[in-house]
């Protein structure tokens, strides 16, 4: 079965520190993609991958920044926390082929708080 | 920018009644998918259906997109207990380079009863 593996399901940082989310796939995905989810907003796009070492960004990367090295794994980077980044943070991939039809698969999400 | 707009925000009902969940977007879509999230964990796909069609089944599911009012509507029968979740619409913005993105919609909370 496929499986979206992320690092953390909950995780309490400091104001100011660097905050590293890590995602793993284990189903050869191309594209992969961070999205945060707040109550009432549904979930939005922070950056995607299409390929290893490419990024784009999605509709709300300010203050965030991504690594992928590896096809497999897709990191989320906060490089300074404030407390307007405290909110549960999914990671989702989809293979490439099919074209825009094909589902995402996401992990159990990490739900982050900054204090 | 939100995309798809689902209606009810919540939705109340008792185990074996028929749930139904509406969503509306507002630009031209190539598919628009379905996904469920129980409490605290990730998204679940359930269902897609393109633009060229006009309905779909899956188990109990039932799904129906009308792109000249820009909804789609999903239908849970005899709903359960365990369907108790939210529920989002997801619309595939555009198409390049072998990536799809969705934008979701706010979603449904559904509650069923036993």
């Known amino acids: 079965d496929v499986k979206v593996t992320q690092s953390s399901r909950y995780l309490v940082k400091r104001t100011g520190e660097k905050v590293f989310l890590e995602c793993v796939q284990d189903?050869?995905?191309?594209?992969m993609f961070w999205y945060r989810q707040d109550p009432g907003l549904g979930l939005r796009l922070i950056y995607f991958s299409y390929d290893v070492k490419m990024k784009e960004k999605g509709d709300i990367p300010e203050g965030y920044s991504v690594s992928r090295e590896k096809k497999e794994r897709f990191s989320l980077i906060l490089e300074s926390a404030s407390t307007n980044q405290t909110s549960m943070y999914l990671c989702a991939s989809s293979p490439r082929t099919g074209g825009g039809n094909q589902p995402q698969h996401f992990g159990d999400g990490t739900r982050l708080s900054i204090l | 920018s939100q995309q798809g707009e689902e209606d009810p925000q919540a939705l109340s009902i008792q185990e074996g009644e028929n749930a139904t969940m509406n969503c509306s977007y507002k630009t031209s879509i190539n598919n628009l998918q379905w996904y469920r999230q129980n409490s605290g964990r990730g998204l679940v796909h359930l269902i897609l259906i393109r633009s060229n069609e006009r309905e779909k089944h899956s188990g109990r599911l039932r799904v129906t997109l009308d792109t000249s009012k820009k909804s789609s509507s999903l239908l849970i029968t005899a709903s359960r207990a365990a369907d108790t979740a939210s529920y989002f619409c997801?619309?595939?913005?555009?198409?390049?380079?072998?990536?799809?993105?969705?934008?979701f919609g706010a979603g449904t909370r559904l509650a069923v009863h036993p």
């Open positions: 997801a619309t595939t913005r555009g198409f390049s380079g072998g990536y799809n993105k969705l934008i």
């Open positions: 189903m050869d995905h191309e594209n």
